[in-house]
């Protein structure tokens, strides 16, 4: 298209240096290298504009999808799979109940829900990897889902809406006996009871 419209420019430029009264063909050439310079100039004008209006209805049809997406979902605001609520689980590492940076957003979000809610009330199940007498893994689940509770009961939450409970090595995620499997193991699953 560019070229096109370049070809069509110069020969009408090439017509208009060519009726020139004066009769002097010298000064024909630097007319034309004038009249190539300006449609240069102007044939990246228009690029630019079109390039920078595509960019901005671009953006905004982007953002009309994004409001209408985030709009349509119409569901329990726990099943949403935008949002942070959907995440049921954190994760511990071995022989640890401290709470892990990552694991807070998560925290965070499910302390506000139950904050407006009330009426919600949530089980915290303690678990642990099967490495370990069961009693020591009893209570390491406890750790880990007091420590839960600890941490959301100081953002706000009602200590009645939180029920921890522990089974230790007794349920597992994955069944194997390596780290992927054990990593997997060692949790707090956030249980909603009412919601």
């Known amino acids: 298209m560019k070229h096109v419209l370049l070809g069509l420019l110069l020969?009408?430029?090439?017509?208009?240096?060519?009726?020139?009264?004066?009769?002097?063909?010298?000064?024909t050439d630097g007319g034309e290298e004038v009249a190539l310079k300006t449609v240069d100039e102007t044939l990246e004008k228009q690029d630019d504009a079109a390039t920078s209006g595509a960019s901005q209805a671009g953006a905004a049809t982007s953002e009309k999808l994004d409001s209408t997406t985030k709009a349509a979902y119409a569901g329990h605001p726990l099943d949403n799979p935008d949002s942070p609520l959907i995440r049921k689980v954190?994760?511990?590492?071995?022989?640890?109940?401290?709470?892990?940076?990552?694991?807070?957003?998560?925290?965070?979000a499910h302390a506000s829900y139950l904050i407006n809610n009330p009426a919600a009330t949530m089980r915290l199940a303690g678990h642990a990897d099967e490495r370990g007498t069961r009693e020591y893994n009893v209570a390491l689940g406890e750790r880990r889902g007091n420590a839960?509770?600890?941490?959301?009961?100081?953002?706000?939450?009602?200590?009645?809406?939180?029920?921890v409970v522990s089974y230790g090595e007794e349920r597992p995620a994955q069944n194997g006996h390596d780290e992927s499997s054990w990593s997997m193991n060692r949790?707090?699953?956030?249980?909603?009871l009412k919601r």
């Open 148 to 163: 839960v509770q600890r941490y959301m009961t100081l953002k706000g939450v009602s200590s009645s809406q939180l029920n």
């Open 90 to 108: 954190v994760y511990f590492d071995f022989d640890q109940s401290s709470l892990k940076e990552e694991d807070k957003v998560t925290l965070n």
């Open 187 to 192: 949790r707090v699953e956030l249980g909603y």
């Open 11 to 27: 020969v009408g430029a090439g017509s208009m240096v060519g009726c020139s009264s004066t009769g002097d063909t010298s000064d």
